[in-house]
T-cell receptor, first 111, second 114 residues
Framework: GQNIDQPTEMTATEGAIVQINCTYQ??????LFWYQQHAGEAPTFLSY????GLEEKGRFSSFLSRSKGYSYLLLKELQMKDSASYLC????????????FGKGTSLLVTP | DVKVTQSSRYLVKRTGEKVFLECVQD?????MFWYRQDPGLGLRLIYF???????EKGDIPEGYSVSREKKERFSLILESASTNQTSMYLC?????????????FGDGTRLSIL
């Protein structure tokens, strides 16, 4: 199985930068996804990392260190609409296409 | 755009009823998944399927079964609904052979068992 840990809640100010961390333990890492989920809505895909390093996509970036079992999602120039839950999900070689999700980090952006 | 459609947004059923949740995707994806999402517990995998007629148990299959008679449709069945199955149910799909492809989710069914 896998243990995936993320902070439960975070608060940040509009216009600022926030980093959401995710640590995981797995015997056969095969990719990590970040999703955004607004209240009452479906999760939507943000980023995918399978190799070490930083993937940048507009205001959002995601970083992976496989040796440390660690990823973070970086959100820049925060906007009020970024208030949402952010889900870290890990795929394991033994589980095929199935994902194991962390419990999610609820981000509140304040004016 | 991938479209994953769940038959109901809200559903209220009684204890002991047999409940069917339906999910249809329009992108010819081989892989389909059923999750439930509960506050403080996150998304947990119930069942998944890699092809028609195939099914695999996820982390919490007890009390559930599934059916995949056609490639585009994946049904979740609560054989005898209980109050602890009150939850948000999410269906997802992804294509085979593209490891970088994310799972695409439906809008969810909020199920209440009274």
């Amino acid at each position: 199985g896998q243990n995936i840990d993320q902070p439960t809640e975070m608060t940040a100010t509009e216009g600022a930068i926030v980093q959401i961390n995710c640590t995981y333990q797995t015997s056969g890492f095969n990719g990590l996804f970040w999703y955004q989920q607004h209240a009452g809505e479906a999760p939507t895909f943000l980023s995918y990392n399978v190799l070490d390093g930083l993937e940048e996509k507009g205001r959002f970036s995601s970083f992976l260190s496989r040796s440390k079992g660690y990823s973070y999602l970086l959100l820049k120039e925060l906007q009020m609409k970024d208030s949402a839950s952010y889900l870290c999900a890990v795929r394991d070689k033994d589980s095929g296409y199935a994902l194991n999700f962390g419990k999610g980090t609820s981000l509140l952006v304040t004016p | 755009d991938v479209k994953v459609t769940q038959s109901s947004r809200y559903l209220v059923k009684r204890t002991g009823e047999k409940v069917f949740l339906e999910c249809v995707q329009d992108m010819d994806h081989e892989n389909m998944f059923w999750y439930r999402q509960d506050p403080g517990l996150g998304l947990r995998l119930i069942y998944f399927s890699y092809d028609v007629k195939m099914k695999e148990k996820g982390d919490i299959p007890e009390g559930y079964s599934v059916s995949r008679e056609k490639k585009e449709r994946f049904s979740l069945i609560l054989e005898s609904a209980s109050t602890n199955q009150t939850s948000m149910y999410l269906c997802a799909s992804t294509p085979r052979g593209a490891w970088e492809s994310p799972q695409h989710f439906g809008d969810g069914t909020r199920l209440s068992i009274l």
